[in-house]
Structure formats: C-alpha cells, structure tokens
C-alpha cells in the first residue's frame, strides 16, 4: 500500500509513519512545520524515521493546487489525514489560523481522495466535539451538535464534509475522535509536558477547575495502533441504515466514527500524582476556575472500535507517564 500521511512532522503523525514503514508500507508525508510550538522539536521526530519506503515534503495543506498535484502524481492508495491546527485555547484567540488548516485543508484532501479515486481516508476528529455532552461515557450515537470551542466546531465540521463526500463520490471515511493523547515525541502544549517542564524547574502549574476534572488520558503507542488497525477497516455502505434508525457514526454511505481512547478516565489530581511520583518532586500548584473552551470530563466508549479491529488499549497510566519523563529527560537532557 502507499499511504499519504498528513502532519507527518506532528507527535501522532510521525510515530503513525513509524508504524507504517517498520511493516514494510511506502509513505509520503507532509507537513507546514509551522511555528505554533518549538519546529525544532518537529524536525527531531522527523530525523528518526530514517526509512528508504518514506518520502518527506513540507506542504501545507491550505495550498490547493500543491495539493491538487501531490495526489494527482503520488496516487496514493490510503489516506491518514492528523494535520491540523491544534490547541482548544489557542483557537480562541487565532481562529482564523482554524479555518485555514482544518476547513480549506480538510477539503483540500477530500478532493485529493475524489479525483484520484482514494480507497479509505482515515482523519483525526476529536473528543473535544462532544462539548457539553453530560452523558458518560461518550458514544458515538450521542449527539455532537453544542462545541465550546472553535476549534472542536472544526472537528464536527470535519466529520460532516467527510460524509458528504462519502455520499456524493462513494470515497470511504472514517474519523477518530482522539481522546488526551500524551507519551514520547508529545506536544509541548498539552497538560502531561507543561506539568513536567514546570515541576522540573520549580514552577508552579496551573490547575484548573480546582483540580476537579476527569480526563481519558490514552498512551501514543495505543492510538498509533488503533490507527493502523483501522485503515485496514474501510466502511462500507448500509442500504438498510436511516437517519431515523440508525447512529450518526455510519450511514448508508461508506462513512464510519469512533471514538480512540483508553476507555477508563483519571482524576487530574491522580495524573499530576503520577508525575510527581515518577519525578520524586511534589508540584508548586496554582489552583484556578474552570477556563474557557474547557470540559469536565472526557471519557471513551470504545466498543465499536474494538469490533472493527480486536485491539483494546494496553499502556496504563503509571506506565505511560514512566515512559513519558523517561523520554523528556533524554531529550532535553534533565
């Protein structure tokens, strides 16, 4: 198979690549390298996938005629579309930065996948369009229609230009909603390295809603196999599916949505816990309201996903923070 990966520089994108060329697939990825965190970190998790079946470009995804003739001359036979802009808080001050790589960049693919036939686009969703879903766990049957940020409004977005495509041009596609993904190669903006990099240098964290919070933190190295399970799992049409009968996670055309999570959230408290515990330093807190764009919980039922593939997460909490620091340390030489 050749796969196109998009966000090939990112934290998941480059360790899916990894995946990818070690079973012995041909993959071209793609990446802006834009500077929203540290391009150094980036180029780093590109100079490890050192494979003669992967080809790097830097594109961005905005680009429409660029992309327009990567896939007219690569012909890719699979899709896993990661890149986007990122950040829940950051999208409420730079929301224009969302609309240019989620919205133009995810159609620039659709129409990438349908002009040159594509047989399965796998694409990041995101947990965070469940919003203000009280309901738990979340289900892929629940309704997604109430996000609290800009940038989860973008995920759902995302889902529905999907299906219409999938509709329209009988191009299968599959979303995954990312559940607190952290481990190895993390993103510098997200909760397990700030709180790492701030205990570390006797700073104090933030911890909001008073630490009253519920998070389904899942290790990389699960979602990564998720995600490779799962491109082998295009949808197929159900001509027996209605809007009145059926889940919003398929359809009668070749669409599907899961959730990709660990499946059994954590305190905020007990993640912080485990980071202490594995530093051997206690955190300088700050205790704080719930901020803007936040959710209570998040929580992943992943029983659909498991039928689809046969794979259920494997790193526990413990054992990914571990593995997390062990890496920081290295990398930034702690």
Same mark, same amino acid.
């Given at each position: 198979?050749?796969?196109?990966?998009?966000?090939?520089?990112?934290?998941?994108?480059?360790?899916?690549?990894?995946?990818?060329?070690?079973?012995?697939?041909?993959?071209?990825?793609?990446?802006?390298?834009?500077?929203?965190?540290?391009?150094?970190?980036?180029?780093?998790?590109?100079?490890?996938?050192?494979?003669?079946?992967?080809?790097?470009?830097?594109?961005?995804?905005?680009?429409?005629?660029?992309?327009?003739?990567?896939?007219?001359?690569?012909?890719?036979?699979? &899709?896993? %579309? =990661?890149?986007?802009?990122? +950040?829940? #808080?950051?999208?409420?001050?730079?929301?224009?930065? $969302? !609309?240019? *790589?989620?919205? &133009?960049? %995810? =159609?620039?693919?659709?129409? +990438?996948? #349908?002009?040159?036939?594509?047989?399965?686009?796998? $694409? !990041?969703? *995101?947990?965070? &369009?469940?919003? =203000?879903?009280?309901?738990?766990?979340?289900?892929?049957?629940?309704?997604?229609?109430?996000?609290?940020?800009?940038?989860?409004?973008?995920?759902?977005?995302?889902?529905?230009?999907?299906?219409?495509?999938?509709?329209?041009?009988?191009?299968?596609?599959?979303?995954?909603?990312?559940?607190?993904?952290?481990?190895?190669?993390?993103?510098?903006?997200?909760?397990?390295?700030?709180?790492?990099?701030?205990?570390?240098?006797?700073?104090?964290?933030?911890?909001?809603?008073?630490?009253?919070?519920?998070?389904?933190?899942?290790?990389?190295?699960?979602?990564?196999?998720?995600?490779?399970?799962?491109?082998?799992?295009?949808?197929?049409?159900?001509?027996?599916?209605?809007?009145?009968?059926?889940?919003?996670?398929?359809?009668?055309?070749?669409?599907?949505?899961?959730?990709?999570?660990?499946?059994?959230?954590?305190?905020?408290?007990?993640?912080?816990?485990?980071?202490?515990?594995?530093?051997?330093?206690?955190?300088?807190?700050?205790?704080?309201?719930?901020?803007?764009?936040?959710?209570?919980?998040?929580?992943?039922?992943?029983?659909?996903?498991?039928?689809?593939?046969?794979?259920?997460?494997?790193?526990?909490?413990?054992?990914?923070?571990?593995?997390?620091?062990?890496?920081?340390?290295?990398?930034?030489?702690?």
């Amino acid at each position: 198979m050749k796969y196109l990966v998009t966000g090939a520089a990112g934290f998941i994108g480059s360790a899916v690549v990894e995946k990818l060329t070690a079973s012995g697939q041909e993959v071209v990825g793609i990446d802006n390298l834009n500077d929203y965190y540290d391009v150094n970190l980036k180029l780093a998790r590109l100079e490890r996938i050192k494979h003669e079946q992967f080809k790097f470009i830097e594109l961005d995804l905005a680009e429409r005629s660029a992309m327009a003739n990567l896939f007219e001359q690569e012909r890719f036979d699979r &899709v896993i %579309h =990661l890149a986007a802009q990122a +950040g829940v #808080r950051y999208s409420i001050d730079n929301p224009h930065a $969302y !609309a240019d *790589s989620n919205l &133009v960049g %995810h =159609l620039n693919v659709l129409e +990438g996948c #349908r002009q040159t036939k594509v047989k399965h686009l796998i $694409y !990041a969703s *995101s947990s965070s &369009v469940y919003g =203000l879903n009280a309901k738990v766990p979340f289900e892929t049957s629940d309704t997604v229609d109430h996000p609290v940020s800009l940038y989860a409004a973008t995920k759902k977005a995302n889902e529905l230009m999907s299906h219409s495509y999938s509709h329209l041009y009988d191009i299968p596609t599959t979303g995954l909603r990312f559940f607190t993904v952290y481990g190895s190669w993390g993103r510098p903006d997200m909760a397990p390295f700030i709180f790492t990099k701030k205990i570390l240098d006797g700073d104090t964290i933030d911890i909001n809603n008073n630490g009253d919070m519920w998070r389904d933190f899942t290790h990389v190295d699960d979602i990564v196999e998720g995600v490779v399970r799962i491109a082998d799992v295009a949808p197929n049409k159900n001509e027996q599916w209605t809007v009145e009968t059926g889940t919003p996670a398929s359809s009668s055309a070749p669409y599907a949505v899961y959730n990709i999570g660990h499946g059994s959230p954590i305190s905020l408290m007990d993640f912080v816990k485990a980071i202490e515990d594995e530093l051997g330093l206690e955190a300088k807190k700050n205790f704080r309201e719930m901020q803007p764009g936040d959710v209570y919980q998040t929580y992943a039922d992943t029983k659909d996903l498991f039928a689809a593939t046969g794979y259920k997460p494997k790193v526990g909490v413990k054992e990914g923070v571990a593995e997390f620091i062990t890496w920081y340390k290295k990398f930034y030489k702690k």
